[in-house]
C-alpha cells in the first residue's frame, strides 16, 4: 500500500510519476479519472477530503466487495456477451482493480467473456466495440520510427508484450487492426490467471494492411486502409521493432507473438528464437496445452504413448507445434525418433501428407512429416485406413469431424481420443454433444473453446478446454520472474508435464483432461512456480541469487486487486462511523 507514495499514470497506461498524496503532484480528481489508481466509491470520506474530491462523488461509500456485487448485477443484466465484454472493457478503462478481482473471482464465467470464443466477435466487430485505446499500433509507415512509438508508451517498466499483426486472428482469419482484441485479452489473462502486474504488459498491433476488403471498406475501421504489404518490407518492419522493444524495454522484455499468419509464424520463430526473449503462442503455447491433454487422456485410454497414433486435420501452426513437442514426449517415453514420426499423421487441404503427392503442396514445416504412403484425399477415408487412436483438429473447418468419423473412432477405440482445438466454437471441428453422443459417451474429448458440460446416457462429462490460456500467463510469470531469455522448447514440454500432473484422478473421472477452469489461476501459478524451478536447474534463469523459496519469491511479483489507501500512515484522522453504507 502506498501510504506515502503511489505510482501514478494516465488513461493509456500509467506514468509512474510519484504523487506525493497530501502535497500531490496530480490532482485528487486526475487520480479519480485513472482506471488504475480509482477507487471509484470505495474513496473512504477521509481520502475524498485529502485528495479534494469530496462532492464528487455521491455521499455512500461502497467498498470493492459491495462493488464487485454491482459489477456483477450488471453483467448479467446484459443479454448477451458481446455487450458483456463491452461493458468489462469499459470497467477494466475505468477502475482496473475492481475490473481483476471481478475477473479473478469469476474466472470460468468470465473467461468465455473477455477471452475465446467472445473475442473473437469483439475483433470481428472491433471498429464498433472500440471505446478508448489500449496499447501501441505501429504500422508500416512507421519504418524508421518504431523506437520514437516506444517512447511514447509512458510505462518505462514493460516487462511483456503480446504482438499480432492481425493476420490469423483465432480460426477467422485475417482481421487485420481489428485483431489489436486479442493481445489485450491475453495480457488480461497474464493479470487475471498468473497475477503479473498489468503495468508491465504492452499490447501491440502492427498494421501492415489487411487483405480483408469487407473490413478495409467498414466505415468504421480503425486501421490501414490498405492491402497487406509483405516481403522485405513486412521483414524490416518486425527486425525494426525486435530492436526497438530491447532498446526501450531492455532485453529481457518478453515478446510473444499471437496469431500471425502460418508463412510468417513459423519463419519469425526461427529467426527470433534464440536471439530475443520470445515465443510464439500458437505454435508452442498451443503445443504445450495439447500434449498436456495428451499425457492426461492415455491416463483414461490407459493406451501407452507409444502404442498412439495421432491423425493432425491440419497442418499449421497448432498442428506442427502439437505434433514437434508430442515426438519430444514420446522420446522421452523411450521411443527413437524415427519411431515417434510413424505414430503422426498429418492431414491438409490436399489430403494425407505423404511423399510425392500427385497433388503436391507438402513444403516448409510439412516435409518431414510426409510419409511413405499411398496418397488419401477425405479424412473419413484417412480415418478407416490409418486407424488412429487420437485425432486432432486445427484447421478451422467447422464440421470436419462428423458423425462418420466421430462413429469411426468409436468403433476403432474403446476410448478414442477427440480434441476438436478450432477457435471459437463456431470453427470447432465438432461440438462436445456430438463427440460424446457418436461415441456412446466413450470419447476423451477436449476443445479449444469452452463446451458446457453433456450428460449422456445419465453420465455427465465435463470437456476439457484445451486452450493455450493453461500456459502462457504462467509461461510468462516464470520468464519475468527469473529472468528466463531462451525460452526453449524444453520449457515447453516440461509445462506440458506439469499440467498434465495437475490432473487428478477425480479429474479424470469426470472425463476431465484439463483442471476445471476454476482453478486456472491457482494451475497458473503452481506451472510459474515449477518452471522456476526447472529454469534455475537447467541454467536459463538470470536472475541471482536463486531464491529459496520459490512460491514467496513469485508472491511479491504479483499484483494485488486490494485498493491502496491513499491516507498518510502518519496522519491520525478519526474513526468515522456515521458515513452512510448500503
Ligand atoms: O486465443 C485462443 O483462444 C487460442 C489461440 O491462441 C488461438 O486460437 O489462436
Ligand atoms: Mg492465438
Redesign the pocket.
Known sequence: MAENGVKGSDSAGSTNKDVQVGRPKVRGVDIMRDPILNKAMAFTLQERQLLGIHGLLPPALLDQDQQVYQVMQNFYRWSNDLDRYIFMMGLQDRCEKLFYRVVTENIDLMMPVI??PT?GLACQKFGMVFRKPRGLYITIHDLGHVYDILCNWPVDEVKAIVVTDGERI??LGDLGAYGMG?PI??LSLYTACAGVQPHHCLPIMIDVGTNNEAIRNDPVYIGLRQKRVTGEQYDQLIEEFMKAVVKRFGKNCLIQF??FGNHNAFRLLERYRHKYCTFN??IQ??AAVAVAGILASIKITKVPLKDNVFVFQGAGEASIGIAKLLIKAIMKSGRSEKDAFKQIWMVDSKGLIVKDRPKGGVTGEKVEFAKEHKPIDSLEDIISQIKPTAIIGAAAIPGAFNEKILKTMGQLNKQPIIFAL???TSKAECTAEQAYTATEGRAVFAS??PFKEVTYNGKTFHPGQG???YIFPGVALAVIAADIRDITEDIFLASAESLSEMVTQDHLNQGRVYPPLQDIRTVSLRLARELVVFAYDQGLAHKYPRPKDVSKFLQEFVYETDYDSYVPALYDWPEYTSQPKL
Open positions: 477471452y475465446t473475442v483465432l480460426g486479442i485479452g491475453k499471437e496469431d503462442d500458437d503455447g498451443t478450432s477457435n471459437p479449444g473453446s486452450n493455450n490460456a
